[in-house]
T-cell receptor, first 109, second 112 residues
């Protein structure tokens, strides 16, 4: 099946800093989503982005499907951005969402 | 109301007990999924269903069963719970193809 790798595994930021999270995948994809899991365990859908660039407030994402990676940008980080960020994909030959291992982000005040 | 509703939100049960986790959705999607998350790890697929008459095993289906009672309802059962089934369980739905997935708020299950 398709493999999804996220980096870095852990990230510590000072409030106000910018950061970039990366997601590499091993095959062509029909679907790519970024999720934020908050400290209470809820999965919040950030972006549906199988290709191209999207922005939502301080967050933006870019997927370069031909090179099999996606980037999530966090600008002017806030303590509420803490949590785990997951990238998940559906391969072009598959029909199920496969998750990466996540990036654990801690934003310090 | 939430698009995907899971009940209960939290549950503590004893080893050997049967337990059912329920999921309902208002998205009108045909496809529904059950995932499991262990501490510090990503989500892994337990079972999925593409319509009422279609049930498929995921990567970690042993010890679990499911029932698709209607397009909007998909339940997960642990016939005889064991401690290593302690985890956070998520239900999800999708429209298939290029549609995104929508997840419920999760059920935190503890087996003692």
């Amino acid at each position: 099946g398709i493999q999804v790798e996220q980096s870095p595994p852990d990230l510590i930021l000072q409030e106000g800093a910018n950061s970039t999270l990366r997601c590499n995948f091993s095959d062509s994809v029909n679907n790519l989503q970024w999720f934020h899991q908050n400290p209470w365990g809820q999965l919040i859908n950030l972006f549906y982005i199988p290709s191209g660039t999207k922005q939502n407030g301080r967050l933006s994402a870019t997927t370069v499907a031909t090179e099999r990676y996606s980037l999530l940008y966090i600008s002017s980080s806030q303590t509420t951005d803490s949590g785990v960020y997951f990238c998940a994909v559906v391969g072009a030959a598959g029909n199920k969402l496969t998750f990466g291992g996540g990036t654990r982000v801690l934003v310090k005040p | 109301d939430a698009d995907v509703t899971q009940t209960p939100r939290n549950r503590i049960t004893k080893t050997g007990k049967r337990i059912m986790l329920e999921c309902s959705q208002t998205k009108g999607h045909d496809r529904m999924y059950w995932y499991r998350q262990d501490p510090g790890l990503g989500l892994r697929l337990i079972y999925y269903s593409f319509d009422v008459k279609d049930i498929n095993k995921g990567e970690i289906s042993d010890g679990y069963s499911v029932s698709r009672q209607a397009q909007a309802k998909f339940s997960l059962s642990l016939e005889s719970a064991i401690p290593n089934q302690t985890a956070l369980y998520f239900c999800a739905t999708s429209g298939g193809g290029t549609y995104g997935y929508t997840f419920g708020s999760g059920t935190r299950l503890t087996v003692v």
